[in-house]
């Protein structure tokens, strides 16, 4: 099987390719970028006036499989994905059960090649059944190929324990993807401390309560040298550690997602829970300071943490709905239009965070990249296309976002997923 994309603007962080090109895949593999092919390919795809990228790899994202198959599935949340563009994902282990142990590993991996039209890397919680008390079966989950440990939806309060795990994860060969919060600090906050929470009537949650587990995090990162990936980050403090913690040195990288580098606390004109997500939209001065670490090259990763929930789950005061909000289909659109449009970042930059960058910080090698000899895992992205975010169209189960009817440039056309075509509106 031969496909030939013709005439898009590809756009390569590992060979730094940036200009028209004609890429061909045979057997789900790239065979050829070149300026002109002439082969005569089982399908053509026209991707003219199209940006041609390395397949999206989303280190952060939430499938509910198993167990919360009413917020979404392997197959929902796969095809929410590949609209999206994203080709990889790394699925949070806070299911039910929580993922702690090699066999649930290797289950979610073998059900998702059958369910799931994006590749799905199961994550393994820290602690058993995410209980905070004792440490899972990190080694047995390292070797049913869970790339990293999370304890995402809380932090590991047990400090001795934690470095435990980090050591664990370390001598296994996998990383540790930390979710920063003190929960005693939280207060039963449920958005940004500010003038705003008093206004809406609302607990507040301060940048502290991030902080400090940042701070702590790393330091143990530097003890034990377990590869440290922060999730979501959404402080200007968070940055200027990470910036601190590579000037030393330190295995140390760092996401951001599109809702943080966009919207602000103040955004929050009435009482919705669809603005509720951990941890919550910050000040104007945080939001600059995640853009300009973006713009730095601090802050390696844009990720979305796709966290949705069923609407009885999201459609009350914020003070009683539940915490997270979808991403996966608008991540694309959102960052090209506020960052790519406005010139924070180039596309380039855009490719290595949202594919480069992820693929090397989970240490595959074969994907992040337009090149020879790489998996065909490519998106066709049309920065012409202008219009408004409508819930309605997603696939997801979760309709949960504070950007319907936020209006966008850029849409993913097509994608493809080791050579085929999961997803395409191209040939329409
Ligand atoms: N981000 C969220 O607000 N919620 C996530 C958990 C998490 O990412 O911490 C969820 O699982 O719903
Ligand atoms: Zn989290
Ligand atoms: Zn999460």
């Given at each position: 099987?031969?496909?030939?994309?013709?005439?898009?603007?590809?756009?390569?962080?590992?060979?730094?390719?940036?200009?028209?090109?004609?890429?061909?895949?045979?057997?789900?593999?790239?065979?050829?970028?070149?300026?002109?092919?002439?082969?005569?390919?089982?399908?053509?795809?026209?991707?003219?006036?199209?940006?041609?990228?390395p397949?999206?790899i989303?280190?952060?994202?939430?499938?509910?499989?198993?167990?919360?198959?009413?917020?979404?599935?392997?197959?929902?949340?796969?095809?929410?994905?590949?609209?999206?563009?994203?080709?990889t994902?790394?699925?949070?282990?806070?299911?039910?059960?929580?993922?702690?142990?090699?066999?649930?590993?290797?289950?979610?991996?073998?059900?998702?090649?059958?369910?799931?039209?994006?590749?799905?890397?199961?994550?393994?919680?820290?602690?058993?059944?995410?209980?905070?008390?004792?440490?899972?079966?990190?080694?047995?989950?390292?070797?049913?190929?869970?790339?990293?440990?999370?304890?995402?939806?809380?932090?590991?309060?047990?400090?001795?324990?934690?470095?435990?795990?980090?050591?664990?994860?370390?001598?296994?060969?996998?990383?540790?993807?930390?979710?920063?919060?003190?929960?005693?600090?939280?207060?039963?906050?449920?958005?940004?401390?500010?003038?705003?929470?008093?206004?809406?009537?609302?607990?507040?949650?301060?940048?502290?309560?991030?902080?400090?587990?940042?701070?702590?995090?790393?330091?143990?990162?530097?003890?034990?040298?377990?590869?440290?990936?922060?999730?979501?980050?959404?402080?200007?403090?968070?940055?200027?550690?990470?910036?601190?913690?590579?000037?030393?040195?330190?295995?140390?990288?760092?996401?951001?997602?599109?809702?943080?580098?966009?919207?602000?606390?103040?955004?929050?004109?009435?009482?919705?829970?669809?603005?509720?997500?951990?941890?919550?939209?910050?000040?104007?001065?945080?939001?600059?300071?995640?853009?300009?670490?973006?713009?730095?090259?601090?802050?390696?990763?844009?990720?979305?943490?796709?966290?949705?929930?069923?609407?009885?789950?999201?459609?009350?005061?914020?003070?009683?709905?539940?915490?997270?909000?979808?991403?996966?289909?608008?991540?694309?659109?959102?960052?090209?239009?506020?960052?790519?449009?406005?010139?924070?970042?180039?596309?380039?930059?855009?490719?290595?965070?949202?594919s480069a960058n992820p693929a090397k910080i989970l240490g595959l090698s074969?994907r992040g990249s337009?090149?020879?000899?790489?998996?065909?895992?490519?998106?066709?992205?049309?920065?012409?296309?202008?219009?408004?975010?409508?819930?309605?169209?997603?696939?997801?189960?979760?309709?949960?976002?504070?950007?319907?009817?936020?209006?966008?440039?850029?849409?993913?056309?097509?994608?493809?997923?080791?050579?085929?075509?999961?997803?395409?509106?191209?040939?329409?």
């Amino acid at each position: 099987m031969t496909i030939l994309i013709q005439n898009g603007h590809v756009v390569d962080p590992l060979t730094r390719m940036d200009g028209c090109y004609d890429v061909l895949i045979r057997d789900g593999r790239i065979e050829k970028v070149a300026e002109h092919i002439d082969e005569d390919a089982d399908r053509m795809l026209d991707a003219k006036d199209c940006y041609v990228l390395p397949g999206l790899i989303d280190l952060h994202v939430h499938f509910r499989d198993p167990g919360l198959e009413y917020k979404e599935t392997l197959s929902t949340g796969g095809r929410a994905a590949v609209k999206g563009g994203v080709t990889t994902v790394c699925a949070m282990p806070n299911t039910n059960p929580v993922i702690d142990d090699g066999e649930k590993v290797a289950s979610v991996h073998e059900r998702a090649k059958g369910e799931a039209l994006t590749h799905v890397i199961q994550l393994g919680a820290v602690t058993k059944g995410q209980k905070g008390e004792e440490l899972a079966d990190i080694c047995g989950m390292a070797k049913a190929g869970c790339h990293a440990v999370s304890e995402d939806g809380k932090s590991v309060m047990n400090t001795s324990l934690y470095r435990q795990g980090m050591k664990a994860a370390k001598e296994c060969g996998i990383s540790v993807f930390a979710h920063c919060e003190d929960q005693t600090l939280v207060e039963n906050g449920v958005m940004n401390a500010d003038e705003n929470a008093k206004r809406l009537g609302l607990r507040g949650i301060t940048n502290s309560v991030e902080d400090v587990i940042t701070a702590r995090d790393i330091l143990l990162s530097k003890e034990t040298g377990v590869k440290l990936h922060l999730c979501h980050c959404s402080t200007a403090d968070s940055v200027k550690m990470v910036r601190l913690a590579k000037e030393e040195g330190l295995s140390v990288t760092a996401e951001v997602c599109p809702h943080h580098f966009i919207l602000t606390s103040d955004d929050i004109k009435e009482d919705n829970g669809n603005y509720k997500m951990n941890p919550p939209l910050r000040s104007k001065a945080d939001v600059e300071a995640l853009r300009q670490g973006l713009k730095d090259g601090v802050m390696d990763v844009i990720a979305t943490d796709h966290a949705p929930h069923a609407r009885e789950e999201k459609d009350k005061s914020m003070a009683e709905a539940a915490f997270g909000i979808v991403g996966l289909e608008t991540s694309a659109a959102l960052t090209f239009t506020s960052l790519v449009k406005t010139g924070v970042l180039s596309m380039m930059d855009m490719a290595e965070k949202m594919s480069a960058n992820p693929a090397k910080i989970l240490g595959l090698s074969d994907r992040g990249s337009v090149s020879q000899g790489k998996a065909a895992d490519i998106v066709i992205f049309d920065p012409t296309r202008t219009y408004k975010i409508d819930k309605n169209t997603f696939v997801s189960k979760g309709k949960n976002t504070p950007f319907d009817g936020f209006e966008v440039t850029g849409e993913v056309v097509c994608t493809l997923v080791d050579g085929k075509v999961v997803y395409d509106t191209l040939s329409d």
